[in-house]
DNA sequence: AATGAATGAGTATTCATTCAT
DNA sequence: CATGAATGAATACTCATTCAT
């Protein structure tokens, strides 16, 4: 049961070609996952969409899951970019604005590579859900944790733990599998809009004013 | 990318003895996959371990799939249990009580047998994604709706099918998730709590009064 | 190497019930052989299609080979039915004749049930090459042997089991493989007639006069 | 009833050393057929006969057909060895020589290595029937054609499709069985003497002189 | 470093046959 | 006699990984 292999790149690229190298080799990985899936995704198969020998593939990545994780790294990445900044700007906000700006921050980085992100979030196995969901995991949390506390005023739930743990998955699931079910929603902004109204009050025991919604121009 | 092999029962058992082994090979097909994951879930291995030939396990289930699928539906029709009564019980309820009793009833299903749960829904692969969990949101989703439709005048959220769609995806994620990182939260019923008034206010656009809450006490 | 089970049904069928089974049984072998071919030849799939249990098949034959065997008698014995008559009729006719005749007949015999004649000598391996078409071929050559030699004086060939082997193996391929080449030839008659003149012609070292063709009709 | 599985190698070998394995896989695949027959022909057999892994046979043929297919491929071509050259000598040649000059090339083909020829057309299945011989058997059908129209005045056979189909048919059947059944006459010539003789006389309506016939002699 | 040939344990699945009921 | 549940050796094929060149 327990996992075999550690799992990270073997060396430092320190020349460009080996940069190079390991580079088109993530690609390949990516383009494979994402056009044929999880099933096809061998070494051998990457290495050979990569252009690059076998052999050279384990040159840079121990095993398969090595890989992986790289590939998987280098996409949380993508997500991550742009957070520090919206923390920062968010710094003084209001909580209502702060929960805004994550959600909204969440649907942007949901956009980024959507096929790939699905692909590894539901085919791939056990490694995905457990090393790489989780580290992702723990630092949103940290950071949500944090918010929270400089707020922890205005937030009506008894246990803040409890809360950040309820808003961090809401978010993140709600907004993830809206991109295959709700994509329409996602991108229309419908979707950012009840789920942050929806945070809101739950954290504040106050509801948020309706905003684009039909009811509320209606009024 | 579709998969080829439909996916159910090979043969009705006759007799009492097939039933048995039926049975036999559904049960250690659960206990390999709880205990050992799904790596070590080989048609081989779940034979041998429920001490019938691997022939015996193709009698009665034609491909890998099939044994997979059969634990699926057995799973699910145990988490299904309970929830006619309590849906017709809840028929005349104020919403806020429908969805406290929903997410109560949600809880316990996870406590059913949490392990097997688990697996079924991270490790398995696409068959279990797409055929298994689909189904069951499915069916999910349309009560939920029915319920939603009877209470319209109640909910604030301007689309009813976005209102289900977030509503079911929190509350499923979120209980689920709890049972391997929240399992204190989930059994104290302090998660069924908070969920439950994020879930109301989100829908009335009231907040519900904090229940048990230690903040609520003390005012 | 070497056959590890004799092939003989298993017991005489002394009651009528019996002699209906194993009928029941052959029959259902013959479907599956002209309809599925060779591959979905299974004896299960036989007992099933049957409609007998796996259990009644094997207490009248004691392995597929006797199944296959039992199978091949019949129709071989089916190709024989009505040889006697010919060979006595044809007793004091001239060679061409009895040449003749006996073409056609080995034409009729072929026109009997094709599909399963064809699955019989293409897809059935090894028992069939070996234990049913030499068994076959050993009567024909007797026959024709015994033919060959009351018209010893009119034959050229030095070599009269040469002889016999040459006409035999001729005759029988050449029309067996017409069955699914040159199914109008055997049906209108050119091929019979074409054999006859070759065989004829090579035995006795005379044209035979060309009977139907186009060409003698010219002249 | 149609096969799926194309059947060609799976890749060129680039490297010596992959020359050699392909080699020692093939020449392992015709020892155990020729020794063991096409029961005992299974891909991991192949493979520890040859002295390879079972992986290394699957990198050079993707599937077990694919191997049977180079094995006939480079036996066929063995067969045909020296044809071209047959046929333009005897390019003018009146036809009862060129009849002659066949017989006695097919002969020569069939004392090549008859064991394995043996089994690969009578043991094994569909595959070897269909695609091999087929193609085979055009190649050969189209030569004699054009030979048999370069000289139809001589020809007395109104249909010559006809012709040449029982002309092949009975040349290569005859010697084909020949080689187990009739290994001496092959040998020393009778064989080829008296089927050239069927041959020509049924082609030209005239018998051709017996030549070496004891009979012959005599008179 | 790079190559790619080689490895072989492991996987799902089939099917002739047995035997308890 | 009949049933059909049970057997398990055998098979084709995959793919992560190694290592000689």
Redesign the pocket.
Known sequence: MAK??PASPR?M???D??RA?VDVIVDAAARILVKDGY?A?????VAEKAG?????????F????ALLSELMRRHTTDLEKGIEAMVARAADAPLAEVIRAAVEHNVQSHLIDPALHRVLSEEVPRLGKLDWQAAFAERMTHRVRAAFEARRSEIVVPDLDLAVYIVTRTVETVIHNAVTQRSHDLKSGALAEEVTRMIVSFLTGKPLAAKRSVRAAAE
């Not at 995704?41 to 198969?45: A, C, I, P, S, Y």
């Not at 690059?52 to 840079?60: D, E, F, K, M, P």
């Open positions: 075999k292999k060396k690229p320190e020349q070609r080996s190298t099933d995704f061998t070494t051998n198969r690059v020998s076998i052999g050279s593939l384990y040159q840079y121990p095993n398969k899951d």
